[in-house]
T-cell receptor, first 114, second 115 residues
Framework: KAGVTQTPRYLIKTRGQQVTLSCSPI?????VSWYQQTPGQGLQFLFE???????NKGNFPGRFSGRQFSNSRSEMNVSTLELGDSALYLC?????????????FGQGTRLTVV | GENVEQHPSTLSVQEGDSAVIKCTYS??????FPWYKQELGKGPQLIID?????GEKKDQRIAVTLNKTAKHFSLHITETQPEDSAVYFC??????????????FGTGTKLQVIP
């Protein structure tokens, strides 16, 4: 069974640009969550999607958005990039149902904003 | 909102010794507590979890204990091996008003097992 796949693995962007990251969950997993990981703030929850609907959101500005497609693949978008957005962005997928179930993480996308 | 504190931030042990990492949480409604291991260049991997209706769970060399009254849970690794070296994160899931769950992670513990 293939794991969670995130693309691209590495990305360098300039301040003010926007970026789109992609996450393909494990087959059969309909819940996808996104996290930002930085040395200073640790792992922080961004949002969760289930059946193409955002059902949970962390404390991030509106520049961070996401969506989920009918095949459960998810994308997150960050607009007007700031230097502080440099981080490892992780997505995790889990089986259907309300949270609190085993989540499988991808390897992440390392975003560097210059 | 939920607040999760994790200690220590770094831990060095000799191979074969035990390692203990502790987390405390603030919201008594939290009901699911997973532990993740993150190796360099990889995403976190679930190693063990515990739900609020259980006090202890063990899986080979790894165990987790939960004290709901004190609102803390701990990861215990016995007979540590060099491959246990990694960053470990605890997390707490608590239900929100919509019935879904939000997750808060601890700040991580860098474990180094010295051969």
């Amino acid at each position: 069974k293939a794991g969670v796949t995130q693309t691209p693995r590495y990305l360098i962007k300039t301040r003010g640009q926007q970026v789109t990251l992609s996450c393909s969950p494990i087959s059969g997993h309909r819940s996808v969550s996104w996290y930002q990981q930085t040395p200073g703030q640790g792992l922080q929850f961004l949002f969760e999607y289930f059946s193409e609907t955002q059902r949970n959101k962390g404390n991030f500005p509106g520049r961070f958005s996401g969506r989920q497609f009918s095949n459960s693949r998810s994308e997150m978008n960050v607009s007007t990039l700031e230097l502080g957005d440099s981080a490892l962005y992780l997505c995790a997928s889990s089986v259907p149902g309300q949270g609190g179930t085993e989540a499988f993480f991808g390897q992440g996308t390392r975003l560097t904003v210059v | 909102g939920e607040n999760v504190e994790q200690h220590p931030s770094t831990l060095s042990v000799q191979e074969g010794d035990s390692a203990v990492i502790k987390c405390t949480y603030s919201d008594s409604a939290s009901n699911y507590f997973p532990w993740y291991k993150q190796e360099l260049g990889k995403g976190p991997q679930l190693i063990i979890d515990i739900r609020s209706n259980v006090g202890e769970k063990k899986d080979q060399r790894i165990a987790v204990t939960l004290n709901k009254t004190a609102k803390h849970f701990s990861l215990h690794i016995t007979e540590t091996q060099p491959e246990d070296s990694a960053v470990y994160f605890c997390a707490a899931f608590n239900p929100d008003s919509g019935g879904y769950q939000k997750v808060t992670f601890g700040t991580g513990t860098k474990l180094q097992v010295i051969p």
